[in-house]
C-alpha cells in the first residue's frame, strides 16, 4: 500500500515535444505529491510538488496533473529541451510533511536535439 | 545557493568493515535524513532526525545501522559490519521546517 508506481521505465522524447510520465499510488493518506529531477553523479532535485486540494500546478513549462479518484499523477514537460534529459522520479508522503518520502522508480528521460 | 555537502564521494570496503559516511546539512536546517539508492532501483528513506533524536527510521535502517550529530555542523551514517548488500548510493538530505528536502549529490558505498 505504500507503493509508488511508476511509468514508463524510459522515454525518448524530440526536441519540442511533450514529455509525459505517470504516477500511481494505493495509499490515500498520502498528501504531498512532488517531482524530482536527477542528473547522473547528482542528488535529487526537487523540480514541482502538488497537495491533493488542486487537480493541477504549473511552473514554468512543466505541469502535475492530479487525479485524486484515480489516484494518479503525472508530470507533463512542455517543449521538451536535451537540457531537460535526467532521470524523473515521483514521490509521495504522508502526515501533511515533506519527509520520509515514497518513490517511484524513475523514469529515464531522453530529449534528442 | 546552500548545499548539502556529503563526503566521500565513492567509499569502497570490504565486506564486515565499518564505515561512515558524512554529510554537512544546510546550516539553518533542523531536520535530517538519509536514503539509499540499490544501483537501478529507487531511492528508499532509511532514517530521520531531529532535536539529536532519530524521528522515525525504516526496516532497512536495522542494528548495523546508526546516526549521529557529533556536532553543529555534521551529520553522519555508519554502518558497523557492512555486507555486499550494503553497496548502493547514499543521500543525505536537509530542511528546515516544512521547507522541501534538500539532497546531497550522495557517497556511493562499494562493499567487495
Known amino acids: 500500500q505504500q507503493q509508488v508506481k511508476q511509468s514508463p521505465q524510459s522515454l525518448i522524447v524530440q526536441k519540442g515535444g511533450i514529455s509525459i510520465i505517470n504516477c500511481a499510488y494505493e495509499?490515500?493518506?498520502?498528501?504531498?505529491f512532488p517531482w524530482y529531477q536527477q542528473f547522473p553523479g547528482k542528488g535529487p532535485a526537487l523540480l514541482i510538488a502538488i497537495r491533493p486540494d488542486v487537480s493541477e500546478k504549473k511552473e514554468g513549462r512543466f505541469t502535475i496533473s492530479f487525479n485524486k479518484s484515480a489516484k494518479q499523477f503525472s508530470l507533463h514537460i512542455m517543449d521538451s529541451q536535451p537540457g531537460d534529459s535526467a532521470t524523473y522520479f515521483c514521490?509521495?508522503?504522508?502526515?501533511?510533511?515533506?519527509?520520509?518520502?515514497?518513490f517511484g522508480k524513475g523514469t529515464l528521460l531522453t530529449v534528442n536535439p | 545557493e546552500p548545499e548539502v555537502t556529503q563526503t566521500p564521494s565513492h567509499q569502497v570496503t570490504q565486506m564486515g568493515q565499518e564505515v561512515i559516511l558524512r554529510c554537512v546539512p544546510i546550516?539553518?536546517?533542523?531536520?535530517f535524513y538519509w536514503y539509499r539508492q540499490i544501483l537501478g532501483q529507487k531511492v528508499e528513506f532509511l532514517v530521520s532526525?531531529?532535536?539529536?533524536?532519530?524521528?522515525?527510521k525504516s526496516e532497512i535502517f536495522d542494528d548495523q545501522f546508526s546516526v549521529e550529530r557529533p556536532d553543529g555542523s555534521n551529520f553522519t551514517l555508519k554502518i558497523r559490519s557492512t555486507k555486499l548488500e550494503d553497496s548502493a548510493m547514499y543521500f543525505c538530505?536537509?530542511?528546515?521546517?516544512?521547507?522541501?528536502?534538500?539532497f546531497g549529490n550522495g557517497t556511493r558505498l562499494t562493499v567487495t
Open positions: 495509499n490515500t493518506a498520502f498528501d504531498y
Open positions: 546550516s539553518n536546517h533542523l531536520y
Open positions: 514521490a509521495a508522503s504522508t502526515g501533511g510533511s515533506n519527509y520520509k518520502l515514497t
Open positions: 538530505a536537509s530542511r528546515q521546517g516544512p521547507s522541501p528536502l534538500h
Open positions: 532526525f531531529y532535536n539529536n533524536e532519530i524521528s522515525e
